[in-house]
């Protein structure tokens, strides 16, 4: 139930969005994000709300994280 | 940027990870996944065959309508039935057995229930049907909780009077440190929650980690997200550390979504709360406060808390602690399959005994 998927934003109208991934559209709403995303952003969605406003230095940290590990080194 | 993350769903992401992951897995090591949409891509994805043999995971309590009480339940059942109350729900509770029968069972007697994706379609429906008393079964833990109070805070903006709320939500850490006080608890690691984490950060498990010296790493959902995350415990494990670590910074801060938690507690207040399999824990439910207790289903209705037994013979509970696997129950497969299941967590997509036979580990 904690199913929550990355989106991406086509349009924002106030307090509600236009989400896009995977050919599905669907809008969706702003009241409990983290951070007013805008078009072109990726958001976090779950049953209806934008949970979690993705910056792009978050998906590269993913990144850093994953070759870090895969590679064996860091703390 | 977004794109390069497939690589956490691909064989050239997943190998390097695992070959790192059995030079650090050195010993025994159990590993409790909390979450149940955890739970479900870790069989999905076939994790459990190819992880290291010294690693088990154990399934956690992170199923939402796996630990509702038997209380909770038939009160909602109860409710669907009476005249002039429709019920809104998330799909998942459907088949959920009362101890007098389902809401699938309610609806086949006439009860009006209406299965929705997100709280917010519970507004529409009570817009819909002004002479009707609509109730939204509120049920998930911190993921969904800010959701449900986002849609009462506009109920009572735009004046719906005939909408209330069962609250039955529920709080993960208090769930944590409930469970790794009990006895006979063996886990050498915690594979926490990414999206109850999205709102309560990663520090909200510092003390869980402090007080039992348990490695606590916050995970994402691809394969690699996973593996990466079992990878830290290993490593915690193997250094004799036992910290909080947040492997899934695309999606979850250390300090949390402080708007998702300011909505919730504007709304809502903590309340002790029943979980089948590990009894009433302080201070880990939510309900509707000060102005907006209007909206509480259970004052509404003057329901008063009901302990009920759980299904004779069902193993839920042990299976929600991580006690037992789900083939160790008697009933499993045998009286309790996801056709006709018995306890709730071979009714869920997410629980755990549905995914062990989904995926055919019947023992």
């Known amino acids: 139930m904690c199913l929550a998927v990355p989106m991406k934003v086509v349009e924002v109208d106030g307090n509600r969005a236009r989400v896009h991934a995977g050919g599905i559209e669907k809008e969706i709403y702003l009241d409990i994000v983290d951070r007013e995303p805008g078009v072109g952003d990726y958001v976090i969605v779950h049953a209806g709300f934008a949970i979690h406003t993705m910056a792009p230095q978050e998906a590269e940290e993913s990144l850093r994280l994953f070759h870090q590990m895969a590679e064996g080194v860091g703390d | ?363």
């Open chain 2, 1 to 363: 940027m977004y794109r390069d993350l497939g690589i956490l769903r691909e064989k050239r992401g997943i190998e390097p990870l695992l070959t790192q992951l059995s030079k650090e897995v050195q010993g025994p090591l159990r590993v409790m996944e909390v979450c149940g949409t955890h739970t479900v891509s870790i069989f999905r994805h076939g994790l459990r065959s190819i992880l290291p043999k010294e690693l088990t995971l154990i399934s956690g309590p992170g199923c939402p309508v796996c630990v509702t009480s038997q209380g909770d339940i038939d009160q909602m059942v109860d409710l669907s039935l009476r005249n002039g109350v429709r019920v809104v729900t998330f799909g998942d509770m459907l088949k959920v057995p009362g101890s007098q029968g389902s809401l699938k069972d309610a609806m086949a007697q006439g009860a009006k229930v209406d299965v929705v994706y997100s709280p917010l379609d519970a507004l529409e429906i009570a817009k819909r049907h002004k002479g009707e008393e609509v109730v939204f079964l509120g049920i998930g833990f911190e993921t969904t909780a800010p959701a449900i109070s986002a849609m009462i805070k506009r109920a009572k903006g735009e004046g719906i009077e005939n909408l209330s709320v069962y609250p039955a939500m529920k709080l993960i850490p208090p769930a944590l440190s409930a469970l790794m006080s009990s006895s006979g608890v063996d886990i050498q690691g915690l594979l926490c929650p990414g999206h109850v984490s999205a709102i309560i950060g990663a520090r909200a498990y510092e003390a869980i980690s402090t007080s039992y010296r348990l490695p606590c790493v916050v995970s994402g959902f691809e394969p690699g997200d996973i593996l990466l995350a079992l990878l830290a415990i290993a490593r915690q494990v193997r250094r004799g550390k036992a910290k909080v670590e947040n492997m899934y910074p695309r999606a979850v801060t250390y300090g949390g979504n402080s708007r998702a938690m300011e909505i919730m507690d504007e709304v809502f207040e903590r309340e002790d709360s029943h979980w089948r399999g590990l009894g009433t824990i302080p201070s880990s439910g939510l309900r509707p406060k000060g102005e907006y207790e209007y909206f509480s289903a259970r004052r509404r209705f003057s329901l008063k808390p009901k302990e009920v037994p759980e299904p004779k013979g069902c193993r839920c509970g042990e299976v929600l602690k991580g006690a037992i696997s789900p083939p160790e129950c008697p009933l499993f497969g045998r009286g309790c399959t996801p056709a006709i299941p018995v306890g709730p967590c071979m009714v869920s997509s997410e629980g755990t005994c549905q995914a062990y036979y989904r995926y055919g580990l019947g023992g």
